[in-house]
């Protein structure tokens, strides 16, 4: 749960990290199993820890990507089960939301996607890249909520590679129709990723292509399946640009 508050004039967040309910840790453990069937390993989960615990690995991350020169929030001060944090702004999920405009709604989201390769390009990686957990106040790009640490599981390359995947599903229902778009920002943006990362990412988009398929195309899953067509064009053409140039 999360609380908005003022302290000393500024605006503050306290969260507290409650309890895992026994299906969450089903879920989780099903949804692991399904990841591994399809062969989309970097989209497995991580423990989803409770009260206490997340605490402490919320606050670990938020030091070590501080290190890494990334924008989080500060901790203001802390209870058992408890951090209360400084506020980075409104968020990109609202921002989107709140702006129509084709043109403003490509800056805001080429801006965060820069912001993330650079967390990248420093060794760090994020965790939930949603355009919920992501912050904008005017040039500047925060990134919040680090209560999992998928680099409990998996490598940082992998990690990273679970960023693009979150970062392009999460904004991809604003691209409906405009996946190329959405493209261009991402194959920008990712241009320096390592070799590896970039072909995590494109791997994972073939393998969902599945989605594609005539019987599984949903109304539900239609922005998903533009994010896939993004990152298969994004990260992949690339590398095919360089196999034809060597
Ligand atoms: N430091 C912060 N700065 C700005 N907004 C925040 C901050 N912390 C939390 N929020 C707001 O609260 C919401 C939930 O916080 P988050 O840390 O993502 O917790 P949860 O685990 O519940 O998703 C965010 O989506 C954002 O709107
Ligand atoms: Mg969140």
Redesign the pocket.
Known sequence: M?RKLKVAQDNA?L?LYGPTGRVRIWLNAAWNFLTHCLGIGVLRSPAHHAGADAKTVERRRLAELKRHGARV?SVLGEGKDTLL?????S?LASQLRQNPDEHHRNAMVARVARAIADVHRRGAYLGQAFP??I?LRGDDV?F??F?EDPGDIMSVAEAQARDWVMFSAGVARFYRHRENDLAAILSHAARDEAHEVRLLVAGTAHRLSFLESRWLRLRSTAAFRAAIRAMRTAFASHDRREAMQS
């Open positions: 999360v967040w969260k929030p944090l400084t506020d980075l702004g968020t919920r957990n912050t925060g919040i909520d209560e």
